[in-house]
Nanobody
């Protein structure tokens, strides 16, 4: 089992950057797949990106590809979502998620553990 604590959200102007952190409580995190999702008010939770915490391939939604990147620090048991060239439509609550044995990484139901979410607001 693992607990995730998410931080780093805030208010950013369009074109700016922000880095979200997702810190895990346990050493077993090293073998987990990590996903990032976001949810705007009144909308479904949306896939943003996913990566193996031990160095697997990364995948990104087309809406963020080339702007967002998932980074890892296995020593700190932390993963990051680096967000660049932010747009107002990126405004949402962002969640990190993790699970072992993830197959369909695009679906929120594939993940067993979730962070509490952090608000990202991009102004015009």
């Amino acid at each position: 089992q693992v607990q995730l604590v998410e931080s780093g959200g805030g208010l950013v102007q369009a074109g700016g950057s922000l880095r979200l952190s997702c810190a895990a409580s346990g050493r077993t995190f090293s073998s987990y797949t990590v996903g990032w999702f976001r949810q705007a008010p009144g909308k479904e939770r949306e896939f943003v990106g996913s990566a193996s915490i031990i160095g697997g391939r990364t995948y990104y939604a087309v809406s963020v590809k080339g702007r967002f990147a998932i980074d890892r620090d296995n020593v700190k048991n932390t993963v990051y979502l680096q967000m660049n060239s932010l747009k107002p439509e990126d405004t949402a609550v962002y969640y990190c998620a993790a699970s072992k044995g993830v197959r369909n990484f695009l679906l929120p139901t594939a993940y067993d553990y979730w962070g509490q979410g952090t608000q990202v607001t991009v102004s015009s």
